[in-house]
């Protein structure tokens, strides 16, 4: 095993390569396949956001208590304090997947507006 104060495979890069990979995945599962809703797509971007900070929360959590005794003690004593101290490490987490999942959402809703166009051809050009 590594030395767990430096960066390595498994305590820094699966990890947030693991948090990108759900944040690229959940939106279009979100809103499946045959969307053609702007709103929809919107709706699942900001619930993957949340559900990016929740999952990187709980990741900082477990690299912090990978490193340091008593942070599962901690976070039992003072549940909300420990929460948004991890909340604010998943912040910084959203410097890495914040534009993952807005490339994720350019390309679902160019992806969607090119179905839609089909659409409007298929029909003979009825909106």
């Given at each position: 095993?590594?030395?767990?104060?430096?960066?390595?495979?498994?305590?820094?890069?699966?990890?947030?390569?693991?948090?990108?990979?759900?944040?690229?995945?959940?939106?279009?599962?979100l809103?499946?396949?045959?969307?053609?809703?702007?709103?929809?797509?919107?709706?699942?971007?900001?619930?993957t956001?949340?559900?990016?900070?929740?999952?990187?929360?709980?990741?900082?959590?477990?690299?912090?208590?990978?490193?340091?005794?008593?942070?599962?003690?901690?976070?039992?004593?003072?549940?909300?304090?420990?929460?948004?101290?991890f909340?604010?490490?998943?912040?910084?987490?959203?410097?890495?997947?914040?534009?993952?999942?807005?490339?994720?959402?350019?390309?679902?809703?160019?992806?969607?507006?090119?179905?839609?166009?089909?659409?409007?051809?298929?029909?003979?050009?009825?909106?």
């Open positions: 095993m590594s030395n767990a104060l430096t960066l390595d495979l498994w305590n820094s890069i699966l990890p947030l390569a693991g948090l990108c990979a759900l944040v690229a995945w959940l939106p279009g599962w809103v499946g396949r045959g969307n053609l809703s702007q709103g929809a797509l919107a709706r699942a971007v900001g619930v956001a949340l559900v990016a900070l929740v999952v990187g929360a709980v990741l900082a959590a477990g690299l912090y208590a990978a490193i340091n005794e008593g942070v599962w003690a901690g976070v039992v004593a003072a549940p909300l304090q420990r929460a948004g101290f909340l604010g490490r998943s912040a910084l987490f959203a410097l890495l997947w914040g534009p993952v999942l807005g490339f994720v959402w350019l390309v679902k809703a160019q992806e969607l507006n090119r179905r839609l166009g089909m659409r409007m051809v298929d029909e003979g050009g009825k909106g």
